[in-house]
């Protein structure tokens, strides 16, 4: 039996919202609310040598719970950026240009220059005596690498709370000493911020290097603006990474982040979010966070060459009438060669990852806009890579949304090509389903995807007076599409307005409504329909 947080009495009732407080009565519950409220979360920190902080669920989370939202502790600019707003972090150029009147950094109009997100670099600027001045904003300004620093620097002396949590998170510092981002710190950062602005007598080098790596290690990409700015959270910055995630981000207009249950989440299991792209193959994921955070992921998907069965990082046996795939034994531990999963058959592990790399440098440079380019793609490599290789999954994908986009419209479009769409796009949800279940994003604009193509094909369906034969009834294709919907905005619902996914999910809202009624009429009076 617990105690009551009030008047510590033994009490069994919990708070619904965290299960981690108890109260003797309704009465204690509502008193202590104004004070829990702030700490009432679904998930407690717990400690240890290999993750480091993390958090564990506290009670059982349904999917597409939002577990918990959070302002950011510091906005700014990404370290190398064509110049940019120092207020709404938008793009700017000679034309669209003010300046701050105290500080000279360039703005995007006067309103810009009262954000609160402004104050460090204008505060320094002002106190070093003389104005910024940025005119070139057509190259990467390499002044703009010091200001998330510098406002993470401020803190320091303006808000020590948020100085102390800063601090607090992983930088890998001792790591990072010898890589050539952190010798371009100590010169270009460090040394700069020091010697620019004058502030040797308030903050180290080492301090310095030390906010270098902690930005580097936790900070989220807030994709709010063009282009994204970093944000450094309190909490978010401590959820661990999973390349099978079970939580994902997404973000309100005000900067907040949310946290989404993208499974269902048990009490007592850790909480992940992905820090790396989830679909993407092993060796890219493991060298993106070995990179740029500094540990080998140890997750179930990594250490599962097949992960999961989907073969996502395999390449195709090149022995005749084999169908097996070739991968190596582990992804962790070295290995000579990779091996078919049939014939037995070997190749050397560089040449599996010289071709990975190959393939994968041709994938950047070929034109993703064009459904030809990407069939093309798709015929000559489906001899080379796994039926689902990451590669093949990137480019299926972007044929998904091709396909009746641009010149030739849906309404144009060949019986087979709105089949071939509709294929493609379940196939996908399929193995993303396996891969990444917290990838609602893309899940929910395939979703869209389908409903258009089903949609379509209905409409062409021949209407015989009303009367169907059973595979062209509207009625069932009405339902279907409603269900599709539903999943679809089930995905997308807590994108924000303003982004492409957050404008999917208000069309597919109204598309739905219209569907409800239309359906709602047909049920009422089939004659008539008919
Ligand atoms: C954003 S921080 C997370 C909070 C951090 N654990 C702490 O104690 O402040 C990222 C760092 O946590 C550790 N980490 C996160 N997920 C991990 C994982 N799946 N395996 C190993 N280390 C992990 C790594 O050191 C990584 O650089």
């Known amino acids: 039996m617990a105690n009551c947080e009030v008047c510590h009495s033994p009490a069994s009732q919990k708070c619904a919202g965290c299960h981690n407080v108890f109260y003797c009565n309704k009465e204690h519950q509502k008193e202590h609310w104004k004070s829990h409220k702030k700490q009432c979360r679904p998930f407690e920190m717990q400690n240890d040598g290999e993750i480091g902080r993390h958090f564990v669920a506290t009670k059982d989370i349904k999917e597409g719970d939002i577990i918990f939202v959070e302002k950011p502790m510091v906005v700014g600019p990404l370290q190398l950026t064509l110049p940019t707003c120092m207020g709404c972090g938008n793009y700017i150029n000679s034309k669209s240009v003010t300046q701050c009147s105290k500080c000279g950094w360039p703005l995007c109009c006067k309103e810009c220059e009262n954000n609160p997100a402004h104050i460090p670099e204008c505060y320094y600027t002002i106190k070093r005596g003389k104005k910024v001045s940025v005119s070139n904003f057509e190259v990467h300004h390499p002044i703009y690498r010091c200001v998330t620093v510098l406002r993470c620097l401020y803190q320091k ?4 709370d948020v100085w102390k949590k800063i601090v607090k998170l992983e930088s890998h510092c001792k790591t990072r000493e010898n890589t050539e981002g952190y010798k371009e710190d100590k010169i270009y950062v460090a040394d700069f911020i020091l010697n620019f602005f004058q502030v040797e007598e308030l903050f180290t080098k080492d301090e310095i290097l030390k906010v270098c790596g902690v930005i580097m290690v936790n900070c989220h990409e807030i994709p709010l603006s063009t282009p994204s700015q970093n944000g450094l959270f309190n909490l978010t910055s401590i959820f661990e990474h999973n390349c099978r995630s079970n939580a994902y981000k997404t973000f309100s207009p005000n900067g907040s982040v949310k946290l989404i249950a993208g499974t269902p989440i048990n009490k007592g299991e850790h909480i992940s979010i992905c820090y790396t792209e989830p679909l993407q193959t092993t060796l890219y994921r493991q060298k993106h966070l070995a990179d740029s955070k500094f540990f080998s992921c140890l997750c179930k ?8 069965g989907t073969n ?10 084999c169908d097996g795939v070739v991968l190596p034994k582990s992804f962790q531990s070295p ?5 078919c999963n049939i014939c037995g058959n070997q190749v050397s592990t560089e040449y599996a990852t010289d071709v990975t790399k190959r393939v994968g440098n041709e994938l950047v440079v070929m034109d993703k806009g064009s459904v030809d380019d990407c069939k093309t793609f798709l015929k000559y490599y489906e001899k080379l890579l ?19 986009d641009g010149s030739q419209t849906l309404q144009s479009l060949p019986v087979d090509d709105l089949l071939y769409k509709q294929q493609l796009c379940k196939e996908l949800i399929d193995v993303i389903k396996v891969i990444a279940p917290a990838e609602k994003r893309v899940v929910g604009i395939l979703l869209v995807e389908i409903y258009a193509a089903k949609t379509e094909l209905q409409r062409r369906k021949p ?16 339902l279907e599409c409603m269900t599709i919907l539903r999943r679809a905005i089930a995905c997308l619902q807590h994108e924000p307005d303003l982004l492409f996914e957050g404008k999917l999910c208000q069309q597919a809202r109204k598309d739905l409504e219209k569907l409800e009624i239309c359906s ?8 008539n329909f008919a």
């Open 463 to 478: 209407t015989n007076g009303g009367n169907f034969k059973k595979s062209e009834n509207p009625i069932e294709t009405i």
């Open 335 to 339: 290995c000579s060669h990779w091996s």
């Open 520 to 527: 709602k009429t047909i049920f009422e009076n089939p004659s």
């Open 301 to 308: 998907r990594c250490q599962d060459v097949t992960e999961f």
């Open 386 to 404: 796994s039926l689902n290789h990451a590669y093949m999954i990137d480019v299926k994908l972007a044929l998904a949304q091709l396909i009746g």
């Open 157 to 160: 002396y303006f808000a020590p």
């Open 312 to 321: 996502l990082t395999a390449l195709k046996c090149q022995n005749r009438n």
